[in-house]
């Protein structure tokens, strides 16, 4: 993962919109909410905005293309949470393929948040 621009971040997370739980978020205002950063691997590219506050690694907004970009985003983000001294990470969606992806991974749902969940992982 390596650091970009809000602007390019919040360029990616447009192709979101509409997709927040709350349906309040903006690509923009996800973008301001946190560090951005983008992963590029051989299979996908994935743009993240994420807080690591109160031992919390929160994923405000991820978009991205490509095949296994999930698995590929959510190690990274628990690398940064624990180099950080974060004990979970944790977002918020409505996307239930991504929530049946993320539970393959140790993410658990802890609530329902508006049209959709939030999601949570401990980490070591």
Do not use: N
Not at 43 to 54: E, I, K, N, P, R
Not at 93 to 104: D, E
Request: aromatic share 6%; with cysteine; hydrophobic share 40%.
């Amino acid at each position: 993962m390596t650091p970009t621009t809000r602007e390019q971040a919040a360029r990616a997370f447009a192709a979101c919109a509409g997709l927040d739980p709350e349906g309040i978020e903006t690509p923009e205002g996800a973008a301001a909410a946190g560090e951005c950063f983008e992963l590029h691997t051989d299979t996908g590219a994935l743009y993240l905005s994420v807080s690591f506050t109160d031992a919390v690694g929160w994923i405000h907004a991820a978009a991205g293309t490509g095949q296994g970009m999930t698995a590929e985003g959510l190690r990274a983000v628990e690398c940064q949470a624990i180099a950080r001294g974060c004990r979970k990470v944790g977002f918020q969606t409505v996307r239930r393929g991504l929530v049946q992806r993320a539970k393959k991974h140790g993410y658990r749902i802890t609530r329902q948040v508006g049209a959709g969940f939030i999601l949570v992982k401990a980490l070591p």
